[in-house]
């Protein structure tokens, strides 16, 4: 139901689509009711399509059950009313009850005023008679006629009106031929299946509109709803990556999002045209006769609680599939990011089998699926064959005992075997609805869940004047067994520039996080100007910080719209003029800023070499790069970027001295009069250096210059002669 808001909007769509469904299973229905003059125009021997109608009419009116009189050779004392009108049942209620009684059925009506009349002449004027007419019938019993008795006139009084739907009928009727002769009856029949084929080609076009017209508003609503998913995953705090990882995510995006779209399509299109169909065919049974309720009652509980059954059985088994497709993208993509370390240490086998076990359990869940669905049909093909047998039966002792005409009987039949194959397909949508059910489930779980902290609505954080503040700031992970920080507090001017140097795991890159609100201190404040940066908002917050994070990333996007990623407003512009070349823009020409910001990062040079230059496409995770030139990528961003803070976490795996001289060049020039975090892994980055802090385990151990730490501090002298020092040559 929660899936179903999505649609709103396209409502447009959604109305026109929903009629032609409905046209669809009108259509089907007047299909299934056109059976049975399609029989009479070529199975009845003695009367036409015309008279045909005229009698179900008039039984109708009269409440009785009527037949026509035919005597053979044989027979000389009927002879005289042959093709005469004979009623062999009739209701408490019908206008001759009052002039018959039960012991003289079957009864002959033989004239009308006075004049003998034949039963299609009788028919047609007792069916077309206005309501309250008073007709004078001459009646006989078929005992009585048949020892030579005469007719006695008895006056009747119509007072049932024809309903609408015969009184179309018979307006139909009275355009065909009488239907006795060959050339007749095939003129009508063929009158009767140019009606059908009109009826189903409009049923047609209608299913092509609807189904068309549905699969749009299904595929606009999914993109409503990745887009809703995009916003909030885009607005997650880190922690959630970094429990979860980004396969799941994509898992949802992917599988997720597609069993929803297969399930809106079911909605709209099975769960509207298929009780339509059945309830079609149900009504044109029922007009026919209305025992059929009787057994469609007893087998509709039935088949209810068979359907929930297995449908609560497959959504179990969707939501662990789904999960297993999570599993298996985290497995897949881990071995093909990490495929030189998997070959170089020979771990191929592993992989395979791990993914295999992966597969494994996601083929046993779809298996357990596809078993229930497979089972659907074929129970509900007995069930409805068991109940259609029963009716058969049933119906077929009235047929026998002539209290039901053998064209009913085959109508009747027709609509049971109609009703039962919507029945059968919803049960098929109703596994397709759970199946999306527990997609939904997936998706509104990362929908639903809180957002970022973002701090006083509307209140910006005023631009850094004095200094930033940690004041003792503790944090620790999810499920770890100590502080990534612990009671840390120190203060940066503005404008100094401060290295934060420490073994692995010692809580720099943690603190930093802080600093930019990827995580939240569980203790302690960050004060900007003495004001907590908790109640100022994220965006204020962050616009005023650079960042070059170690594994720089970058896009599979243009040189150029990845510099451009440094300033979201030029970004916009740079793609708005790609998109509209005709369009114009005030202010600076962004691919002059762009090319200026590389210039400063040294990133220019090596540009200026890829093959279409700024407009080159980079690699996935920047795969046509070295990491040297990653970084400088990188500094420019953040360049370009212009933050007065900066906070730089310096790679040291694939940098060459040739790059790491030009970015600590780019480095120098940049942050003039900017402050900066500085988490540095080599000698050369310590010395530019404002102020260094050592930190193991979560704790600052010291602070102070290179000049004063190295006497003082064992942890720093230690990290430096085993890792900041330059090899000597």
Known sequence: MRVLGYTRPHRRLLIPAVFCIVIVAISFSAGIAAILPVMQAIVSPDEGLPTWANRAVTAKRLNADLTTLI??????????????????????????????????????????????????????????????????????????????????????????????????GLWAADLMPPGRTREEKLYTLAVVLGVMFAINLVGGLARFGGEYLIALVAGRSLVGMRRQMYRKLLRLPVSFFAQRGTSDVISRFVQDSQDIYRGLTYIFVQSIREPLKAMGTFAVALYVDWRITLLTVIAAPGAILVIRSFGRSIRKRSRRLLQGYGRMLTALEGALIGIRVVKAYGSESYERRHLYQTDWHMFRQQAGIERIEALTSPLFECIGYLLGALASLYFADLVITNRLDPGDFILIIVCLAAMFDPVRKLSGFYNRIERANAAAERIFEVIDMPDETSGTPGRRLPALREAIEFRDVSFTYPEANRPAVAGVSFAVRRGERVAVVGPNGSGKTTLVSLLMRFFEPQSGAILFDGMDVRSGSLASLRDQIGLVTQESVVFGDSVRSNIAYGNPRLLWKLNVRQ?????????????????????????????????QKYDTIIGEHGATLSGGQRQRLAIARAILANCPILIFDEATSQIDSDSEQKIHDALERFLKDRTAFIIAHRFSTILQADRIIVMDQGRIVDSGRHEELLPRCRLYRTLFEAQLQPSES
């Open 579 to 611: 998109r509209h070349p005709e369009r114009r823009f005030g202010g600076p020409d962004p691919n002059e800023q762009i090319t200026a910001a590389a210039r400063a990062a040294y990133a220019d040079e090596f540009i200026s070499q890829l093959p």
């Open 71 to 168: 005597c053979d050779e044989s027979d000389t004392t009927l002879r005289r009313f042959d093709r005469c009108l004979m009623v062999t049942r009739v209701e408490a209620t019908s206008p001759l009850a009052a002039v018959v009684d039960k012991d003289s059925l079957p009864l002959l009506i033989v004239s009308q005023d006075g004049t003998p009349v034949s039963s299609a002449a009788l028919l047609r004027t007792l069916s077309h008679a206005p309501v309250d007419a008073d007709l004078t019938l001459g009646i006989i019993s078929r005992k009585n006629a048949s020892t030579g008795g005469e007719p006695r006139s008895a006056t009747i009084r119509l007072t049932r009106k024809p309903d609408v739907l015969w009184r179309a």
